[in-house]
């Protein structure tokens, strides 16, 4: 049974940072591509960035290109979202999913089948 726990969400002054975890047990996250995604109440979940089991990257908004990086520290079995420069319009619940293939599955959530519960990020002063 693939689990994943994501933690890390919070409340951040604009401009501010945070990094956001994506712990997995069940499985060894190295073998597979993990994508973050984020949720506001009332639109679609949206892509946000992914990165494949060889380390590729892949960041999918234009919004947060420069912003937000993605990483993975296999010996932990984690996935990074490291943050910068926060705006408003961050804000979200935001989820690690994973499709358990090498490759990233794309933008879209429908192709991920493994989630985690979600970590609130609130960007306000």
């Known amino acids: 049974q693939v689990q994943l726990v994501e933690s890390g969400g919070g409340l951040v002054q604009p401009g501010g940072s945070l990094r956001l975890s994506c712990v997995a047990s069940g499985t060894a996250l190295e073998n597979y591509a993990v994508a973050w995604f984020r949720q506001v109440p009332g639109k679609e979940r949206e892509g946000v960035s992914c990165?494949?089991?060889?380390?590729?990257?892949?960041v999918y908004p234009d919004s947060v290109k420069g912003r937000f990086t993605i990483s993975r520290d296999n010996s932990r079995n984690t996935v990074y979202l490291q943050m910068n420069s926060l705006k408003p319009e961050d804000t979200a619940v935001y989820y690690c999913a994973t499709a358990l293939l090498r490759l990233c599955s794309g933008r879209y959530a429908e192709e991920y089948d493994y989630w985690g519960q979600g970590t609130t990020v609130t960007v306000s002063s």
């Open positions: 990165i494949t089991s060889e380390y590729l990257t892949t």
